[in-house]
């Protein structure tokens, strides 16, 4: 049987992997013939015909080491076994993965590995989603001969604000040093001392503070690495696993929200080549989830006269927000609202004037693709701190730099620092002239603060540095998670103006944002739709419960106007409403018409059809090409 | 004191044995050093150089034994920079030539490394010298300070347009950073754990450009190979795959330990002990030889006769290696010994593969064990069998060395073993 793959599955390790080498090599694993691309690893070759090999240290997206010798296979013509992930096909290559010497290795590797690996199962956090169990289970000896002492190590010890490390439990494949040193650049974790004494620690016991350090708790091939927040919840087998969007930022990493008993308890990256490529940042990861149900509204609430709120139904208080907006009110609302929300109070916002909160700035739509960057050859930030504000943006940006492009960064904040070829500090808006012009693809992004007052210089600033929507990446993208679907498709309240509608005598905050330092008129009332805290919230005379992100079924758009799907993921509280559904309500109470479009479907028809752009918010959630 | 074996040899690498201060230049040179330098400069293009060495058989004297001009042959033409590494790390146990060589005679080496580099097409040259070796380290620099100061090295050397820098670069105590592409990573101010091969340092090496690692006493070879021709080289040990003297480090329990200068094959492990040696301390029975520090199968007493070059020693079940002889006595219990040369494997590897980490470990726990007399029956099939799981399936050959001591030691002083597991004790005095 001969198989020819030449499309993006085939992808080595860590290049551009929307660009294949067209050269092609012809092999045969274990009798089947094939055909990959020049360059691809027997790891991901074998992957082509649906074989396996077992790897521990062995991650695609990070440089291969061939460290923990799992993936030895026999390659004829080579007296000795070779590691599958650090050989690259040849022509003619004859490669066997079960003769009985590949057999005796692996069974030696994994005997070797749980010799002094705790038997620590029953309390571990990866125990069912473990590959050093899966790989005993298939490849590894029935029984153990070690009859000594085990190796104690630290254990549970308190690595970092989000991490928990077991030093019994590394099997040092090195895996997390190999991430920060080769995707955020930060080296936040170092191994130390040697041999059998080798340890994973932060240099000089600081802290492991990273931004990106969740992303180790997926990486860890065994529970050495895990998540504090997440410890001891959950078995992976009780968890309903569903397709969502982060709703952190404007990146729009995708994600798979894991719940128990209708609780989210985690997410875990849902990898997109072209967005995240697997990697989440820990504002995402941990930040976004849901606010416990002890602090957050699971029923109407309405202030009674003596100023103390207190349940009531969905209609008294529809009936009692009606009023408060109905002569004088406003909307403010979060960037973090769905599409189809925003289509709704956009209806509204025609009749009350609307705005952001907090203000975001002026926009610039950003045009240009997130997979362009790792093409550019020059990069321009300006007074954007990507690291903070985009970061897994910024591992993009990195990826560039590692490829040979310049960085220029404007501004005083900069966690790209490691990265940057020229770092202009001060007001971003006075260093506009000495960017020079560069050759080849490039992008350039501004913070929306600054669009206000520059954006005919930013333009004429891409333009002089060639950013373009083919090749690169140009505007400046308003930084909530659904800033963009915002611009699109609620025009007026994005360019609306936050002063005006602070004077309202009513005022519809609607989000998970923090209300708490909202500073309206002092006769203001608020009536509150949310799913965050809301007890401290001083005029709020109206609470009513919101679905979180993650309990509701809604699109958002990235900055880069692409529409994604938020599944849900845990049903909200029973007397909870998705964002759009609240603001439907709203509507109808208030007599603004919605065009007959009240239900999800209606109201993704009609976005659809005044923004051809959106046409996407129509269909199901294509997973792009996985690894 | 008589040598019985007559050896008609003048010694080319360590002429002042039992020196202990430096040949400086002036003394170098009157004895012709720096003559090939000069006369590879002046007459000899870059590639007649490597053809000279290929022609001499020299084979790297640092353990493998690989020929030394195939290994110069390797560094591609293309124009770019190419490097050449010292390899001074000399850890094996039982190795003290290269420290001999670099305190006594730092000129020879540097003429060596400087030749290297013209052979190569490479300006820059880095000693990695073990950081324990600090007169070593230190004399060198000196060497190198007075080179340059007399235009011998540096930029423009002798007058041509030839540049050579040398830098001397510390160690920092680890038996790891003898293995090549471990070197380059500590070089390269990183974590030295052996790099996955291919690609190999003649292609991609410090740097990740093209790369030349040679052991200290080979390129101690280079400079009268240059001056005095292939042909010479050729008259002395046994052409054509064991030419050249070497320089053996006896040691362990004989009477005068220490570095001996000899053509390769000119004589046997017994000659050299009796001869060189001075026999074994008290007149006793040898009951073992290690020829290549810990790292080579032990020879039992009925191999004394081998010739010490390196096919000879291979043909007897072994590997010449560094020529580090250590001889074990009657009075040795040998599953002690086994015990601390695996100890000394499982204190220095670097940890990088699993079986090596967790193997060493393992084998060490296991001999300890049965040294201790809580050995029980299967403990001898358990080292083969882990020992099986290590050989063979590991990134760098330091795994693979420290299956040595463990399988050679079983399959050949078995009833000594066997003799601890049925008697629960160590049937030896402790030493």
Same mark, same amino acid.
């Not at chain 2, 920092?172 to 291919?198: F, H, W």
């Given at each position: 049987?001969?198989?020819?793959?030449?499309?993006?599955?085939?992808?080595?390790?860590?290049?551009?992997?929307?660009?294949?080498?067209?050269?092609?090599?012809?092999?045969?694993?274990?009798?089947?013939?094939?055909?990959?691309?020049?360059?691809?690893?027997?790891?991901?070759?074998?992957?082509?015909?649906?074989?396996?090999?077992?790897?521990?240290?062995?991650?695609?997206?990070?440089?291969?080491?061939?460290?923990?010798?799992?993936?030895?296979?026999?390659?004829?013509?080579?007296?000795?076994?070779?590691?599958?992930?650090?050989?690259?096909?040849?022509?003619?290559?004859?490669?066997?993965?079960?003769?009985?010497?590949?057999?005796?290795?692996?069974?030696?590797?994994?005997?070797?590995?749980?010799?002094?690996?705790?038997?620590?199962?029953?309390?571990?956090?990866?125990?069912?989603?473990?590959?050093?169990?899966?790989?005993?289970?298939?490849?590894?000896?029935?029984?153990?001969?070690?009859?000594?002492?085990?190796?104690?190590?630290?254990?549970?010890?308190?690595?970092?604000?989000?991490?928990?490390?077991?030093?019994?439990?590394?099997?040092?494949?090195?895996?997390?040093?190999?991430?920060?040193?080769?995707?955020?650049?930060?080296?936040?974790?170092?191994?130390?001392?040697?041999?059998?004494?080798?340890?994973?620690?932060?240099?000089?016991?600081?802290?492991?503070?990273?931004?990106?350090?969740?992303?180790?708790?997926?990486?860890?091939?065994?529970?050495?690495?895990?998540?504090?927040?997440?410890?001891?919840?959950?078995?992976?087998?009780?968890?309903?696993?569903?397709?969502?969007?982060?709703?952190?930022?404007?990146?729009?990493?995708?994600?798979?929200?894991?719940?128990?008993?209708?609780?989210?308890?985690?997410?875990?990256?849902?990898?997109?080549?072209?967005?995240?490529?697997?990697?989440?940042?820990?504002?995402?990861?941990?930040?976004?989830?849901?606010?416990?149900?002890?602090?957050?509204?699971?029923?109407?609430?309405?202030?009674?006269?003596?100023?103390?709120?207190?349940?009531?139904?969905?209609?008294?208080?529809?009936?009692?927000?009606?009023?408060?907006?109905?002569?004088?009110?406003?909307?403010?609302?979060?960037?973090?609202?769905?599409?189809?929300?925003?289509?709704?109070?956009?209806?509204?916002?025609?009749?009350?004037?609307?705005?952001?909160?907090?203000?975001?700035?002026?926009?610039?739509?950003?045009?240009?693709?997130?997979?362009?960057?790792?093409?550019?050859?020059?990069?321009?930030?300006?007074?954007?701190?990507?690291?903070?504000?985009?970061?897994?943006?910024?591992?993009?940006?990195?990826?560039?730099?590692?490829?040979?492009?310049?960085?220029?960064?404007?501004?005083?904040?900069?966690?790209?620092?490691?990265?940057?070829?020229?770092?202009?500090?001060?007001?971003?808006?006075?260093?506009?002239?000495?960017?020079?012009?560069?050759? $080849?693809? @490039? +992008?350039? /992004? !501004?913070?929306?603060?600054? #669009? &206000? =007052? *520059?954006? %005919?210089?930013?333009?004429?600033?891409?333009?002089?540095?060639?950013?373009?929507?083919?090749?690169?990446?140009?505007?400046?993208?308003?930084?909530?998670?659904?800033?963009?679907?915002?611009?699109?498709?609620?025009?007026?309240?994005?360019?609306?103006?936050?002063?005006?509608?602070?004077?309202?005598?009513?005022?519809?905050?609607?989000?998970?944002?923090?209300?708490?330092?909202?500073?309206?008129?002092?006769?203001?009332?608020?009536?509150?739709?949310?799913?965050?805290?809301?007890?401290?919230?001083?005029?709020?005379?109206?609470?009513?419960?919101?679905?979180?992100?993650?309990?509701?079924?809604?699109?958002?758009?990235?900055?880069?106007?692409?529409?994604?799907?938020?599944?849900?993921?845990?049903?909200?509280?029973?007397?909870?409403?998705?964002?759009? $559904?609240? @603001? +439907?309500? /709203? !509507?109808?109470?208030?007599? #603004? &018409? =919605? *065009?007959? %479009?009240?239900?999800?479907?209606?109201?993704?028809?009609?976005?659809?059809?005044?923004?051809?752009?959106?046409?996407?918010?129509?269909?199901?959630?294509?997973?792009?090409?996985?690894? | 004191?008589?040598?019985?074996?007559?050896?008609?040899?003048?010694?080319?690498?360590?002429?002042?044995?039992?020196?202990?201060?430096?040949?400086?230049?002036?003394?170098?040179?009157?004895?012709?050093?720096?003559?090939?330098?000069?006369?590879?400069?002046?007459?000899?293009?870059?590639?007649?150089?490597?053809?000279?060495?290929?022609?001499?058989?020299?084979?790297?004297?640092?353990?493998?034994?690989?020929?030394?001009?195939?290994?110069?042959?390797?560094?591609?033409?293309?124009?770019?920079?190419?490097?050449?590494?010292?390899?001074?790390?000399?850890?094996?146990?039982?190795?003290?030539?290269?420290?001999?060589?670099?305190?006594?005679?730092?000129?020879?080496?540097?003429?060596?490394?400087?030749?290297?580099?013209?052979?190569?097409?490479?300006?820059?040259?880095?000693?990695?010298?073990?950081?324990?070796?600090?007169?070593?380290?230190?004399?060198?620099?000196?060497?190198?300070?007075?080179?340059?100061?007399?235009?011998?090295?540096?930029?423009?050397?002798?007058?041509?347009?030839?540049?050579?820098?040398?830098?001397?670069?510390?160690?920092?105590?680890?038996?790891?950073?003898?293995?090549?592409?471990?070197?380059?990573?500590?070089?390269?101010?990183?974590?030295?754990?052996?790099?996955?091969?291919?690609?190999?340092?003649?292609?991609?090496?410090?740097?990740?450009?093209?790369?030349?690692?040679?052991?200290?006493?080979?390129?101690?070879?280079?400079?009268?190979?240059?001056?005095?021709?292939?042909?010479?080289?050729?008259?002395?040990?046994?052409?054509?795959?064991?030419?050249?003297?070497?320089?053996?480090?006896?040691?362990?329990?004989?009477?005068?330990?220490?570095?001996?200068?000899?053509?390769?094959?000119?004589?046997?492990?017994?000659?050299?002990?009796?001869?060189?040696?001075?026999?074994?301390?008290?007149?006793?029975?040898?009951?073992?030889?290690?020829?290549?520090?810990?790292?080579?199968?032990?020879?039992?007493?009925?191999?004394?006769?081998?010739?010490?070059?390196?096919?000879?020693?291979?043909?007897?079940?072994?590997?010449?290696?560094?020529?580090?002889?250590?001889?074990?006595?009657?009075?040795?219990?040998?599953?002690?010994?086994?015990?601390?040369?695996?100890?000394?494997?499982?204190?220095?590897?670097?940890?990088?593969?699993?079986?090596?980490?967790?193997?060493?470990?393992?084998?060490?726990?296991?001999?300890?064990?049965?040294?201790?007399?809580?050995?029980?029956?299967?403990?001898?099939?358990?080292?083969?069998?882990?020992?099986?799981?290590?050989?063979?399936?590991?990134?760098?050959?330091?795994?693979?060395?420290?299956?040595?001591?463990?399988?050679?030691?079983?399959?050949?002083?078995?009833?000594?073993?066997?003799?601890?597991?049925?008697?629960?004790?160590?049937?030896?005095?402790?030493?």
């Amino acid at each position: 049987m001969s198989v020819t793959f030449t499309r993006a599955a085939a992808r080595t390790s860590h290049g551009d992997v929307t660009q294949q080498p067209s050269e092609t090599v012809k092999l045969t694993i274990d009798g089947t013939e094939l055909e990959a691309p020049k360059g691809t690893l027997l790891v991901e070759a074998a992957r082509l015909i649906g074989l396996e090999i077992p790897v521990f240290c062995y991650e695609s997206r990070l440089k291969p080491v061939g460290a923990c010798r799992m993936c030895l296979v026999q390659i004829e013509k080579l007296p000795r076994l070779q590691t599958a992930c650090t050989t690259p096909v040849a022509a003619d290559m004859i490669v066997h993965t079960t003769t009985p010497d590949v057999v005796q290795a692996q069974n030696g590797v994994l005997e070797l590995l749980l010799a002094n690996h705790p038997l620590d199962c029953p309390i571990c956090d990866k125990g069912g989603e473990c590959p050093l169990q899966d790989n005993t289970f298939k490849h590894g000896p029935g029984v153990s001969r070690f009859t000594e002492e085990k190796r104690h190590k630290e254990k549970a010890f308190p690595l970092g604000p989000e991490i928990v490390l077991d030093r019994e439990r590394c099997i040092m494949c090195y895996r997390c040093v190999r991430f920060h040193q080769e995707i955020p650049g930060d080296e936040a974790l170092a191994a130390v001392q040697r041999g059998a004494d080798s340890e994973i620690a932060t240099l000089d016991g600081e802290p492991y503070t990273s931004i990106f350090a969740g992303n180790t708790i997926e990486l860890c091939p065994v529970g050495a690495l895990t998540s504090k927040r997440y410890r001891f919840k959950a078995r992976p087998w009780d968890l309903v696993r569903t397709a969502s969007v982060c709703n952190g930022c404007a990146v729009g990493c995708n994600v798979e929200v894991h719940s128990r008993s209708e609780k989210v308890l985690r997410l875990t990256s849902r990898r997109n080549v072209e967005i995240d490529d697997g990697w989440l940042c820990d504002r995402g990861r941990f930040e976004t989830l849901p606010t416990p149900p002890e602090e957050r509204a699971l029923r109407p609430m309405v202030r009674n006269a003596d100023g103390q709120l207190q349940p009531a139904t969905w209609a008294e208080a529809l009936t009692r927000a009606a009023d408060i907006l109905g002569s004088s009110g406003g909307v403010l609302a979060s960037a973090g609202l769905s599409n189809e929300a925003f289509w709704v109070l956009e209806r509204i916002s025609q009749r009350l004037p609307g705005a952001l909160w907090p203000p975001a700035g002026e926009t610039w739509p950003v045009e240009g693709r997130i997979a362009n960057l790792q093409r550019c050859k020059s990069i321009v930030l300006v007074g954007l701190d990507a690291w903070e504000e985009l970061p897994v943006l910024a591992l993009w940006i990195r990826r560039a730099v590692l490829s040979g492009a310049k960085l220029t960064v404007l501004g005083d904040k900069n966690g790209l620092w490691r990265s940057t070829a020229t770092w202009l500090k001060g007001d971003p808006l006075t260093h506009l002239d000495e960017i020079e012009p560069a050759e $080849g693809p @490039a +992008a350039l /992004l !501004a913070h929306p603060s600054l #669009i &206000g =007052t *520059a954006r %005919a210089r930013l333009e004429a600033l891409a333009a002089r540095v060639g950013a373009t929507a083919e090749t690169g990446m140009l505007g400046a993208p308003l930084l909530g998670a659904n800033g963009r679907g915002a611009q699109e498709i609620a025009s007026s309240i994005t360019r609306g103006d936050v002063d005006q509608v602070l004077t309202a005598k009513g005022i519809l905050a609607v989000g998970d944002e923090p209300w708490t330092n909202l500073r309206a008129g002092s006769f203001a009332r608020v009536v509150l739709v949310t799913s965050g805290p809301f007890a401290d919230v001083p005029q709020a005379d109206v609470v009513l419960p919101m679905a979180h992100p993650y309990e509701r079924q809604a699109s958002i758009c990235n900055l880069e106007g692409r529409v994604q799907h938020q599944e849900g993921g845990a049903s909200p509280p029973p007397l909870a409403r998705a964002d759009w $559904g609240i @603001a +439907a309500e /709203l !509507a109808a109470r208030l007599s #603004i &018409g =919605t *065009a007959g %479009a009240d239900s999800l479907e209606q109201i993704r028809r009609r976005i659809a059809d005044e923004h051809p752009t959106l046409a996407e918010i129509l269909h199901e959630e294509e997973v792009l090409v996985r690894a | 004191m008589t040598v019985a074996t007559d050896v008609d040899y003048e010694r080319v690498l360590l002429p002042h044995p039992g020196r202990g201060e430096p040949v400086g230049l002036e003394e170098y040179r009157a004895a012709s050093g720096y003559a090939g330098w000069q006369k590879a400069l002046t007459s000899m293009t870059p590639d007649q150089v490597i053809d000279v060495v290929k022609a001499s058989g020299l084979r790297g004297r640092g353990g493998a034994g690989f020929p030394t001009g195939t290994k110069w042959s390797f560094i591609p033409k293309a124009p770019g920079a190419k490097y050449v590494a010292v390899n001074a790390d000399e850890s094996e146990p039982g190795t003290f030539k290269d420290r001999e060589l670099m305190e006594v005679e730092p000129h020879r080496v540097l003429e060596g490394v400087a030749l290297c580099c013209y052979a190569i097409g490479s300006e820059t040259a880095f000693i990695y010298v073990r950081g324990e070796y600090v007169r070593a380290a230190d004399r060198l620099e000196a060497a190198i300070a007075e080179a340059e100061a007399a235009g011998i090295l540096g930029r423009g050397c002798c007058g041509t347009s030839v540049n050579v820098t040398i830098i001397v670069f510390r160690g920092a105590g680890a038996y790891i950073c003898g293995e090549e592409t471990a070197l380059l990573e500590s070089l390269e101010g990183k974590r030295p754990m052996p790099r996955s091969r291919p690609p190999f340092p003649a292609v991609e090496g410090l740097y990740r450009r093209p790369t030349v690692i040679n052991n200290v006493e080979t390129l101690a070879n280079v400079p009268s190979i240059i001056d005095r021709g292939s042909d010479w080289y050729n008259t002395i040990g046994v052409p054509p795959r064991n030419t050249g003297p070497k320089i053996f480090c006896l040691s362990g329990r004989v009477n005068r330990p220490g570095n001996y200068e000899l053509p390769l094959g000119s004589v046997t492990i017994r000659q050299l002990i009796d001869d060189y040696g001075q026999g074994v301390i008290g007149g006793r029975a040898v009951k073992g030889v290690l020829t290549a520090g810990v790292s080579a199968p032990i020879l039992t007493a009925d191999k004394l006769d081998t010739r010490l070059d390196y096919d000879s020693v291979q043909a007897a079940g072994s590997m010449l290696g560094s020529a580090s002889l250590i001889v074990l006595d009657e009075d040795t219990c040998i599953v002690r010994a086994a015990a601390l040369m695996e100890e000394f494997f499982r204190h220095e590897s670097c940890g990088k593969c699993t079986p090596c980490r967790e193997g060493t470990s393992w084998l060490f726990t296991v001999l300890t064990r049965i040294e201790a007399g809580r050995g029980v029956p299967g403990d001898l099939e358990l080292l083969l069998s882990l020992s099986g799981e290590i050989s063979g399936k590991v990134l760098c050959a330091l795994g693979d060395f420290a299956t040595s001591p463990v399988v050679a030691t079983v399959k050949q002083y078995r009833e000594e073993y066997e003799r601890h597991i049925h008697e629960g004790r160590c049937p030896y005095e402790p030493w």
